[in-house]
């Protein structure tokens, strides 16, 4: 149920109760995980202007409908196929560590499907139901360390709850355009999930979501025994793949640069010992 139904009824209280809550700060929120070896910031308050329950329920129907669309084009890998049994293993490896960074990830069920298409794409909706395309492993050619940084970052994106949040500043957005009855309206946004549709997906993240899912991904695969390196050599890859028609999905929702590879070259020092330990456990 949507947070902002607990507010007082009235116009002027709730005006208060939901400018307080859209106008907090982007450091509040939930705890970082014990011993995390990078440093991000706090989620945003606006998460909280669209429940978690809802948004994952939401991307739990539009997933299979993918899958199933996919399967009727003979796109969807077989349980089989060796690119998606790697795939499957790599997020086995990962998975046990992703509760450090939301509770929620617990009861996830988690899902990783391979699609047979050019795109370089990848996806985790919320939820934890994961989606990789062919043309990200053939044609970056990519090595399962490498591999493991698109699925860590991707599944970044969901712990973080970066979907829940931007939907949310989009309805804080909406709401402060319109004071008068679509503030007298605010049960509605314990709907918005059930409109989702296809937004899961068009979503644009922020540089700051993308820097966050960029440094929690190299955490999450070093702890589960991938080389930290291979954040670098992967945006160096996507760097060179960019401009192509079949990136323009990934890239333009994730662009890449110099920047983006100092900063996961700089991190990758902090989260070393963690993949070190992680090699000698296994």
């Known amino acids: 149920m949507?947070?902002?139904?607990?507010?007082?009824?009235?116009?002027?209280?709730?005006?208060?109760?939901?400018?307080?809550?859209?106008?907090?700060?982007?450091?509040?929120?939930?705890?970082?995980?014990?011993?995390?070896?990078?440093?991000?910031?706090k989620s945003s308050q606006f998460r909280k202007l669209v429940s978690a329950e809802q948004i994952?329920?939401?991307?739990?129907?539009?997933?299979?409908?993918?899958?199933?669309?996919?399967?009727?084009?003979?796109?969807?890998?077989?349980?089989?196929?060796?690119?998606?049994?790697?795939?499957?293993?790599?997020?086995?490896?990962?998975?046990?560590?992703?509760?450090?960074?939301?509770?929620?990830?617990?009861?996830?069920r988690w899902e990783v499907n391979l699609i047979a298409s050019k795109q370089i794409n990848a996806f985790c909706m919320p939820g934890g139901?994961?989606?990789?395309?062919?043309?990200?492993?053939?044609?970056?050619?990519?090595?399962?360390?490498?591999?493991?940084?698109?699925?860590?970052?991707?599944?970044?994106?969901?712990?973080?709850?970066?979907?829940?949040e931007r939907l949310g500043k989009t309805q804080a957005t909406n709401l402060g355009l319109s004071l008068g009855a679509q503030l007298l309206g605010l049960g509605d946004l314990g709907n918005v999930a059930a409109r989702l549709g296809t937004q899961l997906l068009s979503l644009k993240f922020s540089r700051e979501d993308e820097s966050e899912a960029d440094l929690v991904g190299l955490e999450l695969a070093a702890r589960s025994a991938y080389q930290p390196q291979a954040g670098a050599t992967l945006w160096r890859k996507m760097a060179a793949a960019s401009g192509?028609?079949?990136?323009?999905?990934?890239?333009?929702?994730?662009?890449?640069?110099?920047?983006?590879?100092?900063?996961?070259?700089?991190?990758?020092?902090?989260?070393?010992?963690l993949y070190e330990q992680a090699r000698k456990a296994g």
């Open 129 to 164: 139901k994961i989606a990789f395309y062919t043309g990200i492993l053939d044609q970056l050619q990519l090595s399962d360390d490498e591999a493991a940084m698109v699925m860590g970052h991707e599944m970044a994106h969901a712990l973080r709850e970066h979907a829940r």
């Open 56 to 108: 994952e329920a939401a991307a739990l129907q539009q997933y299979p409908q993918m899958m199933e669309q996919a399967r009727a084009q003979r796109a969807l890998a077989p349980d089989n196929h060796p690119q998606l049994l790697r795939l499957r293993g790599i997020a086995q490896r990962i998975i046990p560590h992703t509760p450090q960074w939301n509770s929620r990830a617990k009861q996830w």
């Open 2 to 41: 949507c947070k902002l139904c607990d507010l007082k009824t009235g116009p002027w209280s709730s005006r208060r109760a939901f400018l307080r809550v859209a106008g907090a700060s982007a450091t509040a929120a939930t705890v970082l995980p014990a011993q995390a070896q990078v440093e991000v910031g």
């Open 244 to 273: 192509g028609a079949n990136s323009a999905n990934f890239l333009s929702t994730h662009p890449s640069g110099p920047d983006r590879v100092r900063v996961l070259e700089s991190n990758a020092p902090k989260v070393q010992g």
